[in-house]
């Protein structure tokens, strides 16, 4: 086959190009051809510029006046917006293909987010159906929008990959589909933070996520539990999905129970304290905003109330008497050796043994 047959230029070339060579040629001014076709100049600076459609009555105007034929005029004009359409798909495929290289594909298809496909087309297909958009324009608006607010608010070096980001909410707020949420009640879920506190005591994720969920949903929080996908460094996440609904997103990011129930009620905090004010990530390593601290102190004081404090800060580096601690306070052992840890008064190393870790199940 002839290499020029399947030649496919990245540039245009309007008719109106050549109708400029022959007007140059003919010493025929733009007025002078805007009047001999009956446009204004307007129209005809226009046609030149591939503005203006190239009719049939126009086109046999243009052989009157220029000399070529009318279904010369046409096949140009033909040709013409073929390229500007077929260039307008090569960029617009282009940029779609650069979109799927945002997206942690990988570990949606491993964690069942996505169907496995294999042609380009077809992948951006199955991630615009699991994101629920018809265009990488409205996936745009919609997450990447919202994740550059979030990170706006808490830091001006955010340089997280939005792709994963917005993956791991969106699966989150699809799983939330699955939980019969009641209205959102500030104050009876601000008060259901305590018997909450009494889960985590139990070891078995089995037992007290369940009963997590059963709780906050009586007072309009969806608690979801969704592996973070490679890229998204997030262990926690707080946003309203309607003005009845909130969503508190969990990743058990670093698999231990301090840390779990940690985020969780600081979480929490950021429903109770900022109600419906955009969205919160934990754990992206951004600069402490007002808001961040808040909740942290809420996580801690609801944890260890304050008439604890003072004993907290005064236990023996002693097993036992963490334990012992634990069980008057009424939560976990390994939530007190991570609160000492997170006051500084051991180590990061010490004590780990009196926490509770999980694992991913396949």
Known sequence: MNNLDSFLPNWTSPPGETIADLLEEMSLSLVEFADQIGYSVTQANDLLLGKLHLTRELAVQLEYTLGCSAEFWLNRETQYRED???????????????WLKELP?????????????????AKIAECLRFFGVPNVASWKETYQNVLETAAFRTSTSYDSQSGAIAAWIRQGAIESDALNCKVWDRSG??????????????RDPNLFIPELQKICANFGVAVVIARAPTGCRASGATLFLSPSKALILLSFRYLSDDHFWFTFFHEAGHLVLHGKDGLFLEGMDMCSALEEQEANIFAGSTLIPENFQSELRNLRLDGREVIRFARKVGVSAGIVVGQLQHLGLITQRQLNNLKTRFSWSD
């Open 84 to 98: 500007v359409s077929r260039l307008r798909s090569e960029l617009s495929s282009a940029k779609d293909e650069d």
């Open 105 to 121: 594909l990988k570990d949606m298809i491993a964690f069942g987010w996505i169907k496995p496909v294999a042609h380009t087309s």
């Open 189 to 202: 879920f601000e008060k259901s933070l305590q018997n909450i506190r009494a889960l985590t005591r139990q």
